[in-house]
Nanobody, 123 residues
Framework: QVQLVESGGGWVQPGGSLRLSCVAS?????MGWFRQAPEKEREFVAV????????YYRDSVKGRFTIARDSTKNTVFLQMNNLKPEDTATYYC???????????????????WGQGTPVTISS
């Protein structure tokens, strides 16, 4: 069982920045971030493969969010800049094994999840 521990959520004003971190107890195929706003479906945000470092983003965060990994610490980061009120959600770290390209954006493809960290963007 892979354990995932997130940190870094909080409140910022629109246009501000936050950096989320997720430490994994062991490495899998890829680690990603999903988010879920109240009364909405959980949605894909970004993912990075451990081998090779390929990254993928949902369109609405491209150019604002950056996912990166520190392989020495089994840690993945999500740097979020120019935050908007619509980014408000609980952000979840996820890890998956045997993830094929077409499944990277599907929450159901990931076997392991963190507890979530809330992110609030408001003035």
């Amino acid at each position: 069982q892979v354990q995932l521990v997130e940190s870094g959520g909080g409140w910022v004003q629109p246009g501000g920045s936050l950096r989320l971190s997720c430490v994994a107890s062991e490495r899998t195929d890829a680690m990603g971030w999903f988010r879920q706003a109240p009364e909405k479906e959980r949605e894909f945000v970004a993912v990075i493969r451990w081998n090779g470092g390929s990254t993928y983003y949902r369109d609405s965060v491209k150019g604002r969010f950056t996912i990166a990994r520190d392989s020495t610490k089994n840690t993945v980061f999500l740097q979020m800049n120019n935050l908007k009120p619509e980014d408000t959600a609980t952000y979840y770290c996820a890890a998956g094994r045997r993830l094929i390209q077409s499944s990277l954006g599907r929450a159901s493809a990931y076997q392991y999840w963190g507890q979530g960290t809330p992110v609030t963007i408001s003035s």
